[in-house]
């Protein structure tokens, strides 16, 4: 039985390094997918080629800042579908400026996307997953929203997602909504892992204590387990997808540190 037989799902960013692997997982499992970016190209690409491996998936342009595409896309996934059953709060998007450098423009485009954006995800999708029976909202936050991050709005964007999680499983368990975030660390092959630069990806992959980037398949494994009746017990929780960087923290630190030293010492 696929894990996601009978279900219909909204994932937005889908034209991205995870949002490409959640719709084809998704739709491997059996949903119909609503697939949504401002990438138009990239994204009608996807859907084409999973119609064409026979899967149910179609794509509109949506800029998840904007609350009138919020609902012409769930009228258009109603429409298309007949329900609505799970919500993947993928889209986002990073300035990489320090609170000093950080311009206007750029707080606030971080904060309409990465926060405003899932706000109205689940303020226009939560009412139609209820009237379809209920369902799941994965909320794709960061290790930046469980710890530190250089880049000021992305930091507090995604520290805003993980509180905006908890909010809305007070407001939407009575639904039969869960809702919960995950926090991906470094994961190779998406657009944010270029745009962060080869000195940022070394560095990182020295504190993971896994010793290596993470896949966009490994994240949408956990949103399908997340988006699937298998979590039913599940709400609220922020989960970690990054190879023991968070759980490391402090005492990863202090041990390259010593060995750095230890090595030193040596020579
Ligand atoms: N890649 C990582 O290392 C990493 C780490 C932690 C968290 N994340 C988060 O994972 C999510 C997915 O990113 P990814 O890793 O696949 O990177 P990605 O850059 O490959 O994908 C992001 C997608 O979001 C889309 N997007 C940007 N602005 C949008 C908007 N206004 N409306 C709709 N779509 C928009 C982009 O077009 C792109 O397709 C993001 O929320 C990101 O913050 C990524």
Redesign the pocket.
Known sequence: MPRLAGKVALI??A?????VAEAELFVREGAAVML????AA?GEQLAARLREQGGKARFLV????SEQAWIDTVAATLAAFGGLHILVN?????ARQGIVNTTVEAWNRTLA??LT?PLLGMKHCAPAIRDSGGGSIVN?S???GLTAHDDAAYTAS?WGLRGLTKTAVLQFSPWNIRVNSIH????AD????QSGGDAFAQAARAAIPLHRQGT?KECADLVLFLASDESSFISGAEIAVDGGYIAAGLAGLRNRVRDEYAKSRET
């Open positions: 937005t960013g034209a991205g390094g995870q949002g949504t970016d401002v990438d990239k949506h800029d998840a800042s993928n889209a986002g998007t990073i996307v990465n954006g794709i960061s290790t930046a995604k991906p660390g470094q994961i998406t657009g944010f892992f966009p």
